[in-house]
């Protein structure tokens, strides 16, 4: 019988890679989600972008994993973008979100916005 041979550590780099960098932005977010029998609507600020996601600060308390309604324009995004994402980190009041049902106009809006704001990583 053979002991497999455990797999090595991974670091800090490897943790944070990402699929898609995230730039730096600014504007307002509504979060709508399921409460109870009623919908909550939290307003929220959007702090980086990246073309699969969104970085939000709210100040209400989601679960990781909850999926809700995000509502947002940015500059040259006319009208308002209504979409799904999942919640899938929270550190302190900023929440991760991926996106879950980008049309292919939004993905094309997204590209060409993004390289015109400041990068993060």
């Not at 979060?31 to 959007?46: A, D, R």
């Not at 600060?57 to 324009?73: H, I, M, P, Q, Y």
């Not at 049309?103 to 590209?111: A, F, G, H």
Request: with cysteine.
């Amino acid at each position: 019988m053979s002991a497999s041979s455990p797999k090595p550590a991974k670091n800090q780099t490897d943790r944070r890679r990402r699929r898609h960098p995230r730039y730096q932005t600014d504007f307002r977010v509504t979060v709508t989600n399921l409460l109870g029998n009623s919908y909550q609507k939290i307003e929220g600020h959007c702090r980086d972008l990246s073309e699969a996601g969104i970085g939000i600060l709210l100040a209400s308390e989601l679960n990781v994993g909850e999926v809700v309604g995000l509502t947002f324009s940015f500059s040259g995004s006319t009208p308002p973008w209504q979409l799904r994402a999942v919640a899938r980190y929270r550190r302190g009041y900023h929440y991760g979100f991926e996106f879950l049902s980008l049309t292919r106009e939004q993905q094309d809006s997204l590209k060409s916005y993004l390289p015109n704001l400041q990068p993060l990583d």
